[in-house]
């Protein structure tokens, strides 16, 4: 499955906007889908967006204001997140997987998170 590293969280204050990345190894990334979920202390892990192909899907509140995207070249996945507030502050993972899921269960391989903070 190869491996997955995160990088480009850090502390933005609300409004602002941060990308974060996703660098994958193995030989099958342009096939997968590349996910990007999210743990708050105290929730639940949240879906927040997820591409497969040329094909997306976001998570409700994110809609609007993240854009996933993918670079087949460097096998890297992306995550824009634009008009942050306080309550996007978490943990964020990259996944991967065969198939394209909501379900962070469905997902085979993870990264091991990097930190958004949003300062209000």
């Known amino acids: 499955q190869g491996q997955l590293v995160e990088s480009g969280g850090g502390l933005v204050q609300a409004g602002g906007s941060l990308r974060l990345a996703c660098a994958a190894s193995?030989?099958?990334?342009?096939?997968?889908?590349l996910a990007w979920f999210r743990h708050a202390p105290g929730k639940e892990r949240e879906f927040v967006a997820a591409?497969?192909?040329?094909?997306?899907i976001y998570g409700d509140s994110v809609q609007g204001r993240f854009t996933i995207s993918k670079d087949n070249v460097k096998s890297t996945v992306y995550l824009q997140m634009n008009s942050l507030k306080p309550d996007d502050s978490a943990v964020y993972y990259c996944?991967?997987?065969?198939?394209?899921?909501?379900?962070?269960?469905?997902?085979?391989?993870w990264g091991q998170g990097t930190q958004v903070t949003v300062s209000s």
């Open positions: 996944a991967a997987n065969a198939f394209i899921s909501r379900d962070y269960r469905q997902y085979s391989s």
């Open positions: 193995g030989p099958t990334f342009s096939s997968r889908a």
């Open positions: 591409i497969i192909f040329n094909s997306a």
